[in-house]
């Protein structure tokens, strides 16, 4: 059952995707995106409409997103960044957007909100 839903999570965010971004699974339950020229809004607005496609998909699953930008540093550190948002998107309600902050390491920006009424996974 796990992997049929992984399966159509996948469908839904490459469906939603430009063929110029990389959708790839990251981990057990974690997918990452890379959205070349999209800039830290442009992603934002991504992970936005993603988040609620996956609201529609009949698998009845949310999803929580960490986004962030690459201004300097390391492909790691990008990571480490998106990491720390998603986490803080997991644990401040889930089925949200968090955005990393590029002054402080630990993301601050509440994007989203989920809807009432929808379990978060």
Excluded: H, M
């Excluded at 399966?7 to 959708?23: F, P, Q, S």
């Excluded at 934002?44 to 997103?65: D, G, I, M, N």
């Excluded at 690459?70 to 480490?80: C, M, P, R, T, V």
């Amino acid at each position: 059952e796990g992997d049929r839903i992984l399966k159509a999570v996948a469908k839904v965010l490459k469906d939603n995707l430009r063929e110029t971004d990389l959708i790839a699974r990251w981990g057990g339950e974690e997918f990452l995106a890379v959205c070349p020229g999209n800039g830290v809004e442009g992603a934002r607005q991504l992970a936005e409409k993603l988040r609620l496609a996956l609201l529609e998909c009949p698998e009845k699953v949310t999803c929580s997103f960490g986004v962030a930008e690459l201004a300097e540093g390391s492909f790691q550190d990008l990571i480490k960044k998106a990491d720390q948002a998603l986490y803080y998107a997991k644990e401040n309600g889930r089925n949200r957007v968090e955005v990393a902050s590029t002054l402080n390491p630990t993301p601050v920006t509440r994007v989203s909100t989920p809807a009432p009424g929808r379990p978060s996974r």
